[in-house]
């Protein structure tokens, strides 16, 4: 069964400090791995979808790396409106997605 | 010009009742998911519907039946709820032919069982 664990579970960060979040996964074999951004009593906002190790994908501030066995998610100085809980996941046969526990990020300005 | 919507967004009731939540979608994708956030805001599969044929069914009580009117609509209909039913509810969407395509989700909703 696929299984995905992100760490960490939370990270405060101040305004402008870069940080990574990882996300490793074990998979019988990768679709593809997608990570989201969910805001507080809202539904999760696709960010990235990564198909390959050596894959890369930017937006704004955040950049998403792909390995053999992991995942990055790269905040570059972040702002306070980058504060969310960020998730990634992998798709299973029938396209069912496991997600992994997220890492909560709090900047705080 | 809202992609995945739901209804409603709050729902509270008392232990027994039934309840429905619906889900539609307006992107033209051709599968529609379930998933259930427990207060851990663990996310989880429950099932998904490929242009209207049931595709998974994860290990959820048989109280909880989906169904699919058109590809574009997915509700969730709920028997004789209980206190552990409690969580957060999300529909979602996407292309899968053509392989495997992120999905997107709906606002949620929000299931208080009393």
């Known amino acids: 069964e696929d299984q995905v664990t992100q760490s960490p579970e939370a990270l405060r960060l101040q305004e402008g400090e870069s940080s990574s979040l990882n996300c490793s996964y074990t998979?019988?074999?990768?679709?593809?791995l997608f990570w989201y951004r969910q805001d507080p009593g809202k539904g999760p906002e696709f960010l990235f979808t990564?198909?390959?190790a050596g894959e890369e994908k930017e937006k704004e501030r955040l950049k998403a790396t792909l390995t053999k066995k992991e995942s990055f998610l790269h905040i570059t100085a972040p702002k306070p409106e980058d504060s969310a809980t960020y998730l990634c996941?992998?798709?299973?046969?029938?396209?069912?997605?496991?997600f992994g526990g997220g890492t909560r990020v709090l900047v705080k300005p | 010009d809202t992609a995945v919507s739901q209804t409603p967004k709050y729902l509270v009731t008392q232990m027994g009742n039934d309840k429905s939540i619906k889900c539609e979608q307006n992107?033209?994708?051709?599968?529609m998911y379930w998933y259930k956030q427990d207060s851990k805001k663990f996310l989880k599969i429950m099932f998904s519907?490929?242009?209207?044929?049931?595709?998974i069914n994860e290990t959820v009580p048989n109280r909880f039946s989906p169904k699919s009117p058109d590809k574009a609509h997915l509700n969730l209909h709920i028997n004789s709820l209980e206190l552990g039913d409690s969580a957060v509810y999300f529909c979602?969407?996407?292309?899968?032919?053509?392989?495997?395509?992120?999905?997107?989700f709906g606002p949620g909703t929000r299931l208080t069982v009393l």
């Open positions: 990564l198909y390959s």
């Open positions: 992107l033209g994708h051709d599968t």
């Open positions: 996941a992998v798709p299973a046969a029938g396209n069912k997605l496991t």
């Open positions: 998979v019988s074999g990768l679709r593809g």
């Open positions: 519907y490929n242009n209207k044929e049931l595709i």
């Open positions: 979602a969407s996407s292309q899968v032919s053509g392989g495997y395509n992120e999905q997107f």
